[in-house]
């Protein structure tokens, strides 16, 4: 299956070509986190969409004199951060007036996420959300991510709706619906439909957009629905996304309900295995979690947004010691993703009162190689030859000495979306020199989710 750990997912293209050109573009910079670790006065080589070569700036030069050269003195070049757990739409929520926080997470989602946001969602607030989603990862340095959409009356065509939008901004994406039973089956089916139609047109156009199926919880979908959503996502070489113990609610309502938590369920009716994606992880015990790990399932997590919503903390040092492959998502919340960085770095230290838990190197791999791993992209999330030069230049001008050794560290605890110089994905600057290189108006971007809100939140 394509979804195997180290094949890639045939949900995503490589790209239109790979140039044939001899001669190449050299970025040279004082630091490179390179696959085997942060190298001083390193540079990279780019011949078209790929890495070609890693290694001293010095040696580069001498090596291609004819390349063109890119000076990135003050700068460090990290692997395209990548954002396996996005809900683009989730942008219209911010700020939306509440009378009170909601006591619980049904509530939450009973109360407030589904009467006031997703199902009020058209492709107009959805291509809104979009746009400036995206504007606000590209900026952040994310260029790789995963979107999870939840809008039942939009259906159908809402994928295609936000996949025109995406396109614009050049960046590397998966998207998927969130096929779920709770408004009714004949609803469900849609969304089922949506995911399968939008996987196939993906793999026959062969851009930077792919897809994946996605259903919602095990609280929301029914035994047949999640075997024929599993059976869709097989046929295709696909992933099979869900939301998986995000809080206490879903563990409680399925020993209530099967008399089984959601990790037995989900075994018992045989879907577990490399192709699945499950996002938040937060309530699963030991048990489960080497049930995870046996089945080869693949995790993200989301610190912040499940501090958000009281869900707790995902047992993400846990999940590493059983070698399963994790990754890191902003869930729509806070897309700041050197602040989910953060959250993970420092978090875990907390629960586990271990200042040596989940070092800066760890989460910088869950954040690009791991997030890659996670969607099945096995062309990316690295600095190395051959790989996609989905590359992401920072700013280094920090009030104390940068050393390789320290440099993963500062780059994680003291930088943020204002420090990212330059975006390329596949080769492509998106941006330069903070300057957007890219056909889009941020300001007629800006106005028009203000639009969107307003019209969402009622106002």
Same mark, same amino acid.
């Not at 097989?234 to 609610?249: D, I, V």
């Given at each position: 299956m394509a979804g195997a750990p180290g094949r890639e997912m045939t949900t995503m293209a490589e790209g239109k070509s790979r140039a044939t050109a001899s001669t190449g573009t050299l970025l040279l910079s004082d630091f490179v986190l390179a696959r085997d670790g942060v190298h001083a006065s390193w540079g990279v080589r780019l011949v078209g969409d790929r890495i070609d070569k890693v290694g001293p700036a010095r040696e580069l030069l001498k090596q291609y004199p004819s390349d063109a050269v890119w000076d990135a003195s003050g700068k460090a070049i990290v692997p395209g951060l990548v954002n396996t757990h996005m809900h683009l739409y989730g942008l219209l929520s911010h700020g939306i007036p509440m009378s009170g926080a909601p006591s619980d997470f049904w509530a939450f989602l009973k109360e407030f996420w589904w009467p006031r946001i997703e199902d009020r969602l058209d492709h107009a607030l959805i291509q809104a959300s979009t746009a400036w989603a995206c504007l606000e990862m590209l900026k952040s340095g994310i260029t790789t991510f995963c979107d999870v959409l939840e809008a039942p009356h939009a259906l159908p065509g809402a994928l295609e709706a936000e996949a025109e939008v995406v396109r614009r901004f050049g960046l590397r994406a998966l998207l998927c619906f969130e096929a779920t039973e709770r408004v009714s089956q004949a609803n469900g089916q849609l969304g089922l439909v949506e995911n399968a139609n939008f996987i196939d047109a993906c793999q026959k156009r062969h851009d930077l957009i792919g897809g994946l199926m996605c259903i919602h919880t095990t609280f929301t979908c029914s035994a047949p629905f999640i075997q024929q959503a599993d059976a869709?996502?097989?046929?295709?070489?696909?992933?099979?996304?869900?939301?998986?113990?995000?809080?206490?609610?879903?563990?409680?309502?399925?020993? %209530?309900?099967?008399?089984?938590?959601?990790?037995?369920?989900? %075994?018992?009716?045989?879907?577990l295995g490399p192709h699945i994606l499950a996002s938040q992880c937060v309530q699963v015990d030991q048990l489960e979690r080497r049930i995870l790990a046996e089945h080869g399932v693949r995790v993200s997590s989301m610190p912040l947004s499940n501090c958000e919503v009281g869900g707790g903390f995902a047992p993400v040092p846990e999940y590493l010691e059983l070698g399963m492959t994790v990754s890191l998502g902003t869930d729509g919340y806070v897309n700041n993703f050197f602040e989910v960085m953060r959250g993970a770095f420092l978090m875990h230290k907390a629960r586990l009162e271990s200042p040596q838990v989940l070092p800066a190197k760890v989460v910088w791999h869950l954040a690009t190689r791991g997030g890659a791993l996670a969607l099945g992209l096995e062309h990316t999330g690295e600095i190395a030859p051959g790989r996609s030069a989905d590359l992401v230049l920072m700013d280094l001008d920090l009030p104390t000495p940068l050393t390789e050794g320290n440099l993963l560290d500062q780059l994680l605890l003291f930088r943020n979306p204002g420090n990212v110089d330059a975006v390329l994905v596949a080769g492509r600057p998106l941006m330069k020199h903070k300057q957007l290189l890219i056909d889009v108006d941020p300001e007629a971007i800006r106005a028009r989710a203000h639009e969107a809100t307003r019209r969402l939140w009622g106002v």
């Open positions: 869709l996502a097989r046929a295709r070489g696909a992933l099979h996304h869900m939301h998986l113990s995000e809080s206490k609610y879903e563990g409680d309502y399925c020993r %209530q309900h099967f008399g089984e938590g959601p990790v037995a369920r989900y %075994q018992r009716l045989g879907i």
